[in-house]
C-alpha cells in the first residue's frame, strides 16, 4: 500500500476517535449542567468555550496529521465518530451518571439532613445571642 494512502487512512480512523471524543467532551459539558443548575447566560458561556475547545481541536488533528489541509473524508470521519458515540457509549454514559447522581442525592438525604438540621438549629442560636447582644449595648 502506498505510504500516502496509509496516512489518508490513518487520518480517517483519527478523525473518527476524535469525532468520538468531541461529543465525550460535550457529555461532559451535559452532567455538569444536569448536577448544576444553569441560567441561559451560563449555557452560553459554556457553549461557547465548547466551540472553541472544538475549534482547537479539529484545527489541532487537522495540522498535526494533514498539514492544516481540508480533507472532507476527515470531516466525515469525526461525522462518524460522532454518529457511533452517541448512538452506543453516551446513552451508556449518561445513564450511568444519572444514577450515581441519584444514588448520591438520596444517601445525601438519609445522612446529611440531620446533620444539617443541627448545624441549622446551631446557626440560628448563635444568631439569637448575637441580636441579644447587640441589643443590650
Not at 89 to 94: C, D, G
Not at 102 to 118: A, D, E, F, S
Amino acid at each position: 500500500m502506498d505510504i500516502f494512502i496509509w496516512k489518508e487512512l490513518q487520518l480517517f480512523w483519527i478523525s473518527i476517535l476524535y469525532g468520538a471524543g468531541i461529543l465525550l467532551l460535550y457529555d461532559a459539558f451535559r452532567i455538569i449542567r444536569k448536577v448544576i443548575k444553569h441560567t441561559a447566560i451560563i449555557i452560553a458561556i459554556e457553549d461557547l468555550v465548547y466551540w472553541i475547545m472544538v475549534g482547537c481541536i479539529v484545527f489541532s488533528l487537522l495540522y498535526t496529521y494533514n498539514n492544516g489541509s481540508i480533507r472532507g473524508y476527515a470531516i466525515l470521519g469525526m461525522a462518524i465518530g460522532m454518529l457511533i458515540y452517541s448512538f452506543t457509549i453516551s446513552r451508556v454514559i449518561l445513564a450511568g451518571v444519572q444514577k450515581i447522581i441519584t444514588v448520591l442525592k438520596n444517601v445525601g438525604k438519609k445522612y446529611l439532613q440531620k446533620p444539617y438540621r443541627n448545624f441549622k438549629k446551631q446557626l440560628q442560636k448563635i444568631q439569637k445571642a448575637v441580636k441579644i447582644a447587640i441589643k443590650g449595648k
